[in-house]
Every structure is written in structure tokens, then in C-alpha cells.
């Protein structure tokens, strides 16, 4: 039974992809017991593309999957029983990108979110339509509706500099080249979706997730009206470090931190996010129980961070749960 | 070696899907030893319909895919190897309609030309670049690069009636519910795809392939100043009855030919069709071998008319080639 204080809990997370999902599966496995349990997930789509005239929306798609019990979790990514045959019938027509692991049974989540954006529904609605297949048991919510996506500087011809999409830069290259900024492409004037900052304000505990503190995390708090939120609402928000003994626990995490000028640590992050009382967003952070932090401000525990099943998770949700509770005491 | 008088041949084929593709596997079957032969087919696009978002031109397709070799020749239609995966999918998702056949290979052909259309590109240019990989060995032309889709007039609530796109009177009723009329949905306004014209006009023979008089020819007929050409045209026009002993070969054309006040007969579709020299389109018409049919201005021939291969689909177009010489001397 896990509540907070004594009120029902709403929790909201904001989230990337696989990591956010099996965070969100720990989530959801810790507020099991739990009837009037509202989860509420604000999820990147920095990450989100057109390619061959899909829509695709890797983040979302990553969760909505993975909580709908038919992510191969073998494999990390994706649809369990998933094929690539389209994939090679669009090599064959020459049709570009050929990088991208676009499978048959992910094309038909795509050839509906692509209808649906072409009728004119606002992504949030479509995410709640594929949703209503899914039933992750989380509330889904898109950072926005709005188009906007991360691009990377890289090198390009003759010395000059070039922005490929994020994708390109993850999947196509590994993000093995170096990159020098990321570019939120609509960002700026993007809204949040509806309900995200009510979700932020009202939930009684807010949880970053261990997801990539730079293109995940940081884009959605890129997002005009998200921070301010954060910093407004009066519950904990506390943060799982996705750095463990120096290194991402999955993902590209030190790929990206050291090109926004962080440190690829628990400690660095921490401080990267900031403690509530001097203007940052956290109350509380989780580390690993090998690592160390410490911040002003900021409430440090260390447990074990490994998500290896659900149980794992929703150990690590309940003693984000139990730090959130001691810095509301 | 096949000449008409001494002039290299070039041959247009107005066709429609499965039944234009067998015989147009035949044309090229019986030109394929003429290294200067020039074959054009003329492609009904009225059954053309967009799904799930994707465009979708069955007949251009049916004819791309046999002349390519990746047809499935068992089935009778689309791919071999085809399997129905996302079909399946988009259906679980409650995507509508379900009872059209769309296949994952084909999917990916309705991917490219989307993009490609969505692009800014003409059908004819999409067309052109989907065969780059096909190779079909003949010119595909669709009729006009303008969308114009067939409908078909049948009863609806309250004793009124509606008009349903011809797919689902055809795929989801087999037609097997009563039709009133069948309406080209833009096509008054259409106008013919470069090429068509020319093809027409300037062919050595012109063929009327044995496809539906109504839903496949004649909609390419009414495609603006498609009629015109063929009335204008030199060279021989030769038809081939897609109608023996009274039922269509393949297809439902008993079902449409009704529709427009024509009989189910070889002898019928000739004098709907009409003879030149009357201000209508045939020079000569190839029935089979048990049928009769004459009318005036038309040189009847009759032969066998089944297209169980290529070597029997080339001796017709052999048939009909020898015909247009007899019409012509």
C-alpha cells in the first residue's frame, strides 16, 4: 500500500523511451495495490520523425508497448514477433532512410497515428486512441502537440557544420560522431499538451525518470510552461540517476552530457537538475548504492537502480516514493 | 518476328488489372524478339483508392507486379509471398475498413507512391520510378494523373441510395449487391497523363485489352479526349472480348455491364464498343473461338481467348497483330 502522506496518489513522470517504460512497468507494479492510483506519464517526443511519410513516435511507442505487455524484451526495442519485411521492400525500391529499424508490425501503429495527424487530431488524442489498444494502465501524455524535434550539429563537408536529425545521429551513427549542440526544431514555440502542466502541478509527487537527462528529460523540460511548473507545484519532486558508476545504465547518455557541458556522473546530473530551493527542480535524488552525490539542497538516497524486472523498478519507484515522503516531513 | 506492313511495332494496350497484366505479358511475349518493339500500356486508375492513408492503384500494381515476376500467380492477385501482418494490426486497432486485402509487400509500393505523390510528383512520374525496380518491359501510363475514383450507385437507408467507392462494392460485396450506376468521381475534369495521347495516336496498333468494358476500359475511354484520339488515330484498333459464352473470363463484368444497359455477350461489347467507320473505336474484335458475333465496319475473328499462359495470352495478341495487318491492307 503505498500512499503518500495520506492522500491518494497521482503520480506523474516525465519520461524517454525504454528506460522511461520499464521505469513506468515499476511504477505501475508499485501502485498495484493501489484502486484510485492516478500515473500519469509526460513523455518526450523530441525523438519523433517522418520517415517514409510515418509518423513515428519512438518514445510513446517505447511505453505504450512495453506496458501493453508486446516489447521484446529480449531484444530492448520494439514489438515482440516483430518482422522487417517492409523495411526491405522500401530498400529494394531505393526509397531512403535504410537505417532506420522500421518494423511491419510498428508500421501499423504508425499508418494509424499518421492517418489520425492527417484528419487533424492533435497527437495527445491519437496517443489516447492507440492507448485504448494498448491499455498500459498509465496515462500517456506527449510533452506537446506540437511538431518539434531534436536535431544534432555535426561535422559536415569542408570544415562547415550540419544538423541531422536526431535519429540519424542515434541509430545511423551510434552517436559515435561528434556532436556539438542539440537543436530542439520547434521547441521554442511549442505548447504542452493539454493536461501536462496540470499533471505536473497537481501530482502529488513528481518523478523524473532514470531516462537521458539531455535529449529525454531535457527536452521535455525544454518545453515553454514545464519548468516554470515544476518549480510552482508544492509537492516532492524527486529523480533517479540514469548514471551508474559513471556510465549510462542504457542508452547514449555519456554521449550527450558532455556536449551540454555535464559530467557523466549521479553527482553531476544532480547538479545539472538543480535543487528546488535554489531555483532547480529537485527535492530528492536516487542513486546507486555504489555511487555517492551530494548537493545543497537535495535529498540523496542510494538503492540498488538496476531495472531488471518490474520488481526491480518498483522497488527503486517505492524508495522514490519513501525519499519523496521524507522531504514532505 | 512480328511486323505490321514494314514498320517497327509500336504497340498501346488499354488495360485494365489482372486480366491486362496476363495479357500484356502475352504482347511482350509476342514482341520479345522485336528489339525496337515499343509496348505502352494505358492503365485504368478509377479503381485507384487511398486506405489507411496510403494510395493505392491496384490495377498499375497488378500489371508492375506479373510483368515483374513477383506476382502471385496462384492467387490470382498481389504478391507472392504476401503475408497480411499489418492488416491484422490495423484491424486490432480498429482501423477501418478491414475487408480490403492489403498486403505487407504491397504496403510498401502504397508507401513509396504516397511519399512520393504527397511529395509533389505526378502518378505517372511515381509510377515510372516504382517500375525502375520492376522492369516490367512496357511502358506503364495511368490513364491521367489526376485522381478520379469510381463509385458505385446501390441502395441505402430508407429506400434512398448512396454511392460507395467501387473497392467495397467490388472486395467487400463482391458485387453481389445491386448496382445502379457507376460515377468517375473527377473524371470529366481529368485530363489525360503525358504520354497517353501521343500513345495513342501514334501507335502501329492499338489493342483494347479483355478487360471489364465497363469499370476498366470504359472508364479509360472517358478519360477527355482519350475517344477523340482513337477516333483520330491511323492505324488499326483491335478489341478483344473479355466476354466468352456469355460470362466474363475473369472478373465481374456480368455484374457491370447490366449496369449500363449491355448484354453479357462477345457480340454486345463489340457494338458498345462500336465500329470506327460508325464513329466508334473498333477496326477489328477477336472473339472466342465459340462464340459469333458481327457487326457492321468490325472484322470479327475468333480464336482461342483464354489466357492460361503467356505463350496462349501472345498467340491472341499473335491473332490480333494479324488482324490489325488484315484491316489495315
Keep these: 500500500m503505498v500512499r503518500v502522506g495520506s492522500v491518494i496518489v497521482r503520480v506523474t513522470v516525465l519520461a524517454g523511451g525504454i528506460g522511461g517504460a520499464r521505469f513506468l512497468g515499476g511504477v505501475r507494479?508499485?501502485?498495484?495495490?493501489?484502486?484510485?492510483?492516478?500515473?500519469?506519464?509526460?513523455?518526450?517526443?523530441?525523438?519523433?520523425?517522418?520517415?517514409?511519410?510515418l509518423r513515428i513516435c519512438p518514445d510513446l511507442d517505447s511505453i505504450m508497448y512495453t506496458l501493453g505487455g508486446a516489447s521484446d524484451t529480449e531484444r530492448g526495442w520494439g514489438r515482440q514477433g516483430e518482422t522487417w519485411r517492409i523495411k526491405e521492400q522500401l530498400a529494394l525500391y531505393g526509397a531512403e532512410p535504410t537505417w532506420f529499424g522500421l518494423g511491419d508490425l510498428d508500421i501499423s501503429t504508425h499508418l494509424v497515428r499518421t492517418r489520425m495527424l492527417d484528419a487533424g487530431y492533435p497527437l495527445s488524442d491519437v496517443t489516447a486512441a492507440l492507448c485504448d489498444r494498448w491499455k498500459p494502465g498509465v496515462r500517456l501524455l506527449p510533452m506537446t502537440d506540437?511538431?518539434?524535434?531534436?536535431?544534432?550539429?555535426?561535422?559536415?563537408?569542408?570544415?562547415?557544420?550540419?544538423?541531422?536529425?536526431?535519429?540519424?545521429?542515434?541509430?545511423?551513427?551510434?552517436?559515435?560522431?561528434?556532436?556539438?549542440a542539440f537543436v530542439q526544431v520547434g521547441l521554442e514555440s511549442a505548447q504542452a499538451a493539454p493536461g501536462v502542466l496540470e499533471a505536473i502541478l497537481e501530482a502529488d509527487v513528481l518523478l523524473l525518470a532514470p531516462s537521458n537527462p539531455v535529449v529525454s528529460i531535457g527536452t521535455i523540460l525544454a518545453v515553454p510552461g514545464v519548468r516554470d511548473a515544476i518549480i510552482q507545484?508544492?509537492?516532492?519532486?524527486?529523480?533517479?540517476?540514469?548514471?551508474i558508476g559513471?556510465?549510462?545504465?542504457?542508452?547514449?547518455?555519456?554521449?550527450?552530457?558532455?556536449?551540454?557541458?555535464?559530467?557523466?556522473?549521479?553527482q553531476a546530473v544532480a547538479a545539472h537538475y538543480g535543487a528546488r530551493s535554489a531555483g532547480g527542480l529537485l527535492d530528492g535524488w536516487l542513486i546507486h548504492d555504489t555511487d555517492t552525490a551530494a548537493v545543497d539542497g537535495i535529498a540523496v538516497r542510494a538503492v540498488p537502480l538496476y531495472m531488471t524486472d518490474d520488481e526491480a523498478s518498483a522497488a527503486m519507484v517505492q524508495a522514490a516514493l519513501d525519499l519523496a515522503e521524507s522531504t514532505r516531513a
Design 233 to 243: 507545484r508544492t509537492g516532492p519532486v524527486i529523480g533517479l540517476s540514469p548514471i
Design 29 to 53: 507494479a508499485a501502485l498495484a495495490d493501489e484502486a484510485d492510483a492516478e500515473i500519469t506519464a509526460i513523455v518526450n517526443t523530441g525523438d519523433d520523425v517522418t520517415m517514409h511519410g
Design 146 to 180: 506540437d511538431r518539434c524535434e531534436t536535431h544534432v550539429v555535426v561535422d559536415g563537408e569542408n570544415g562547415n557544420r550540419r544538423a541531422i536529425h536526431f535519429q540519424e545521429w542515434w541509430v545511423r551513427y551510434r552517436a559515435e560522431i561528434p556532436a556539438y
Design 246 to 266: 559513471g556510465a549510462p545504465v542504457r542508452g547514449m547518455a555519456d554521449s550527450c552530457l558532455p556536449v551540454i557541458g555535464v559530467e557523466v556522473s549521479a
